[in-house]
């Protein structure tokens, strides 16, 4: 039999093996667990360094793991140092109790091992504490980036960068620090029980020592005082309540709620001072009193008082109470929008166009954007799909130069459709089929004789027409894209497609761009293979030594890998610059702390990052992404914005140092969703006056959307989690890209239009008051004008001018008819175009075959101008109908006029209206030349239609006016056939 000491050692051996083992194991288990995870940390640095953006990166991971680390190591400390105290603390001799037994296992498990057990319940709690800190590596990066904006709040004194950078920082902290305190306290309390410092049984005032008593309170002391930081923090706060009609600090919380919190922050003090002379008392009277006081305070003047304020002073009469505050929410949101320096201009409105108008206006009659994008993504998959491996996703609009003349242009990228390759092996999906091919691109009111688009880009491979030089493309493929999933191996053993055209012609080519990260080495081949949980990249021949693999392919992806802090845009769009395809993607700086401001309606925006709580945002930054090489460069367009700033000191590396080239700026658009938020705002923010503002009277709202209907309007439906319907109303006129020569402006101008009728809970106003146009082009880019209308009589909007089309009877027997015999009639979204001071509507219809393979054809065309509505089979054709003595070819910019229709407009020495110009006077018509009978009685009868049309819409002026004129015409031929009869007589 072996001695004990033997026995002893073999089992100290035995529990030391099991010990090693399981640790072992749990080091084997987490290994395999976290491999991935650390396989892609590594291949996303690899990723960002192909694109020389690896100081971005680790700028990103160190401000996440410095501060996580600093917080982390900061709650250690102090943990440790605490329970440090609670040890130094217990009590000598331990009175006998039911506890004595938890207390006496406690400390025989210590032993030897107090430190080591103090500092691992320190860490483990430390980082439960303070890892998470990390996610607040933004506002640490603005805390120690500030920027001033230059703009004082009314309230405080202090510049609006001060809200910006630094208060949501020093709002965490302070949440923080309180939350770590009464973390530690809890901590410590129950130490001080392990430690016999506390009991739960025992004679009264004996429970807890005098030591453990002093300790608590000071960590109460600590926990009281960090509620006054948090109280002084709150008043600045209160410029971005929503208490009161407006945002911001209103009556209540001026006159209340922050002299509330100013004694609160003196009762806090107050109760930090009782806790620290509690150290040397050393009982429970002074916590207990301290800890009510502030209860007591907190719920009279921290609730109650403010709300009774609210009630019975502010509500009576809120509009006088209100009123500085409104006028301060008024400045600030202006300034916050972007909506500060907006340029108001009349617009003097006449009801009639006239062949001069048309004619001093011609490009913008020529750039009529006919073809409606929403439409058109069926017409051109179809005509120039080529293969069921193309798609275009998203129709976009631009402007090019074609047969010298600046023109809109639709065009879309003709992509990878990776759902619907014609074989789906991994070879296939990875390697042969890698990118899309090209553009298709067509002017935007430009057809063929079947009424589809007269493409000046088009085909496989593509072609540029004659005269559409800015249009022609050198390296056609699209390796990045919209919607572009997984990966792609390039440098492989085999070559890739290049493009198959409609003849089954199959072009190869290998990948000669910059994009992609070499996966030679097989410790890269492993760690990619991990990433996407492929084998195959391990495994496959067709990897080699010079293969690389392109992933975050996605244009939105991979903006927003490289820049999660920003806010990007949903639509991206490509733009052909010197024969390159360019992706360009609106990005946006944004924060929800800018004092006084009033946040945006979330439902302004149907979707994307602006559909948020945020109460400041500007378009500062432009990506450019090349579609080939994959290369991406941030560009700043706003260096005033504070906040782009703030990102250039953070990432210096991501943007670039210099302004965008014009020959990419001339292809930026004023983003749509920043423009609806802005148009949004603007309907109420136009007005100046506090009490003006309070009674909305003049406010207005985004003109009602006719949709793809005839004769109504669409409806929107707000829905609770439940399903419930909250509210509906009628869909909003959504953003437009016109190029036009506004009101009194020499040249055109690529802008964004979007009008606006009368505010009205039910949107029952719905007559046109005025538009909103901002600037595309580079010299102009992002001015805004706001035409307000000046008309005696009430002009239509696009809803009131959609019903008036169903009245039409031509119209409505036409619609009828086609919409027959399987053909469906699919109306373009309704255009409203300024044409000098006169408003022209164009809305194109499109007939389809019913069935799965519709191709929409431009058909037919309404026109409107005043009470006119006309429809023919051509733009302008209808033109012609609507303006009498118009004679238009849009294609050589022939504009002629009729010799008989008389027009006030042409005679410089005459003052006359337009109105009286065709008030239908015999003399006057006898100044205009020669004209026979039977175009006289035409003119009578399209006379008489507008006299009726004017009718219907109510303007009885209008409707005399046309009355007249038609009178005119009829005296005027009764004269001529007199006048025949007698010369008839002569002759015989």
């Known amino acids: 039999m072996r001695p004990p000491e033997q026995m002893k050692s073999r089992r100290r051996r035995t529990n030391r093996g099991r010990i090693l083992l399981g640790v072992g194991g749990l080091a084997v288990f987490l290994f395999f667990t976290s491999i991935r995870g650390l396989a892609g940390f590594w291949t996303d640095y690899l990723w960002f360094d192909s694109l020389t953006m690896s100081s971005v990166w680790t700028s990103m991971l160190w401000a996440k793991i410095g501060l996580g680390l600093l917080f982390t190591a900061v709650f250690f400390v102090a943990l440790w140092a605490n329970l440090f105290l609670a040890d130094r603390l217990a009590p000598k001799i331990r009175p006998p109790g039911p506890e004595d037994e938890l207390a006496r296992r406690w400390q025989q498990f210590m032993g030897r091992r107090v430190i080591l057990v103090r500092s691992v319940i320190s860490l483990l709690f430390a980082l439960m504490v303070g890892a998470g800190v990390s996610s607040q590596w933004q506002s640490w990066l603005f805390f120690t980036n500030r920027v001033d904006f230059g703009i004082i709040d009314q309230q405080f004194g202090r510049d609006v960068g001060f809200y910006v950078f630094q208060l949501p920082f020093l709002t965490f902290v302070v949440s923080w620090a309180f939350a770590a305190i009464l973390v530690i306290f809890v901590v410590t309390t129950i130490q001080h029980f392990l430690n016999g410092g506390i009991r739960v049984q025992g004679q009264a005032g004996s429970r807890v020592t005098p030591q453990v008593k002093a300790h608590l309170s000071l960590l109460l002391g600590l926990l009281a005082l960090a509620k006054g930081v948090g109280y002084y923090l709150d008043r600045f706060e209160l410029t971005l309540s929503s208490r009161g009609f407006v945002d911001g600090a209103t009556y209540t919380d001026v006159k209340a709620q922050m002299p509330a919190l100013q004694l609160l922050m003196i009762v806090s003090v107050f109760c930090f001072g009782l806790l620290v002379f509690n150290i040397w008392r050393r009982g429970f009277t002074y916590p207990i009193i301290a800890v009510g006081l502030w209860a007591l305070v907190a719920t009279l003047a921290g609730t109650i008082y403010p709300a009774l304020v609210q009630r019975f002073q502010v509500e009576p009469s809120e509009s006088t109470k209100e009123a500085i505050y409104i006028e301060r929410n008024i400045e600030m949101t202006r300034i916050a929008m972007g909506l500060d320096q907006v340029m108001l201009q009349d617009f003097n409105y006449k009801p009639t166009l006239t062949p001069k108008d048309i004619d001093e206006n011609l490009a913008t009659v020529r750039n009529v954007r006919l073809l409606d994008p929403a439409v058109m993504r069926d017409t051109f998959q179809q005509t120039q799909g080529i293969k069921s491996f193309y798609d275009f996703r998203d129709i976009d609009v631009d402007r090019y130069e074609i047969d010298g003349r600046t023109t809109q242009v639709v065009l879309a990228a003709r992509e990878l459709k990776q759902t619907d390759l014609p074989n789906t092996s991994w070879e296939s999906e990875h390697i ?11 002017p935007a009111n430009a057809i063929d004789a079947n009424g589809r688009p ?14 559409a030089a800015a249009l022609e493309i050198d390296s056609p493929g699209l390796y990045v894209g919209e919607g572009l999933k997984g990966y792609a191996l390039v440098g492989a053993a085999r070559d890739e497609m290049d493009f198959q055209d409609d003849d089954d012609r199959t072009e190869v080519t290998r990948y000669d761009g910059a994009d992609g990260v070499g996966i030679g080495s097989l410790a890269r081949k492993l760690a990619y293979a991990l990433r996407f949980a492929e084998p195959n990249l391990v495994v496959s021949g ?7 693999i392109l992933y975050k392919r996605d244009v939105v992806d991979r903006a ?20 390159r395809v360019m992706w360009i993607l609106d990005a946006y700086t944004s924060t929800d702390m800018f004092p006084y401001a009033q946040r945006v309606n979330p439902r302004a925006v149907r979707s994307g990052d602006l559909r948020s709580s945020l109460n400041y945002v500007r378009n500062s930054v432009k990506v450019v992404i090349d579609a080939y090489d994959g290369a991406p460069t941030f560009y700043i367009v706003d260096d005033d914005d504070p906040l782009a700033q703030s990102y250039r000191q953070q990432f210096p590396q991501l ?9 990419i700026a001339k292809h930026f658009r004023y983003p749509e969703d920043l423009f609806r938020i802005q148009t949004d705002m603007w309907g ?26 005839i004769g109504l309007t669409a409806v929107e439906s707000v829905i609770d989690a439940a399903g419930n319907v909250i509210s509906s109303s009628e869909v909003r006129v959504a953003p437009q890209y016109l190029l036009m020569r506004l009101p009194g402006a020499e040249d055109e101008s690529f802008v964004i239009f979007r009008p606006f009728v009368p505010f009205s809970d039910d949107d029952s106003r719905k007559n046109l008051k005025g538009f909103m146009v901002v600037h595309n082009d580079p010299e102009r880019y992002g001015e805004i004008e706001v035409y307000e209308i000046r008309s005696s009589t009430p002009v239509d909007g696009p809803a009131l001018f959609n019903s008036n089309i169903q009245t039409e009877e031509e119209i409505s027997e036409r619609l009828t008819l086609l919409n027959q015999n399987g053909s469906t009639v699919v109306p373009g979204n309704l255009l409203l175009i300024p044409v000098g001071n006169s408003l022209l509507y164009v809305r194109p219809l499109f007939i389809e075959a019913t069935g799965t393979t519709a191709v929409p054809e431009l058909q037919l065309v309404i026109v409107g101008v005043g009470p006119e509505v006309v429809i023919a089979d051509s733009f302008e054709s209808a033109l012609a109908k609507a303006i009498p003595g118009l004679n238009i070819d849009l294609k050589s910019g022939l504009v002629e006029q009729d010799p008989s229709v008389a027009s006030g407009d042409q005679d410089d020495d005459s003052d006359r209206s337009d109105a009286d110009s065709e008030s239908g006077d015999p ?34 002026a209008g409707y005399q006016q046309w009355v007249d004129t038609a009178a005119g015409y009829i005296a005027k031929a009764q004269k001529l056939l007199t006048q025949s009869s007698l010369d008839d007589s002569d002759a015989a």
């Open 432 to 442: 042969a089929f890698t990118h899309g091919y090209g553009i298709a691109a067509a």
């Open 454 to 467: 007269a493409y000046a880009l088009a085909d496989i491979p593509v072609t540029a027409n004659d005269g």
């Open 560 to 579: 927003k890998t490289l820049a999660p802090f920003l806010k990007f845009d949903q639509d991206p769009y490509p733009a052909v610059v010197e024969g």
């Open 542 to 548: 067709e990897v080699g030594p010079e293969t690389r």
């Open 923 to 956: 003399e006057a018509d006898d100044e205009s030349g020669d004209v026979s009978i039977e175009e006289l009685l035409a003119l009578s009868r399209a006379a008489f239609e507008r006299a009726d049309a004017a009718l219907r819409t109510g303007d009885l």
């Open 655 to 663: 943007f670039s140092d210099t302004p965008p080239p014009l020959e």
């Open 684 to 709: 109420r923010y136009r007005i100046n006056d506090p009490a003006e503002f309070y009674d909305a009277a003049g406010a207005w709202s985004i003109a009602q959307d006719p949709g793809n209907s």
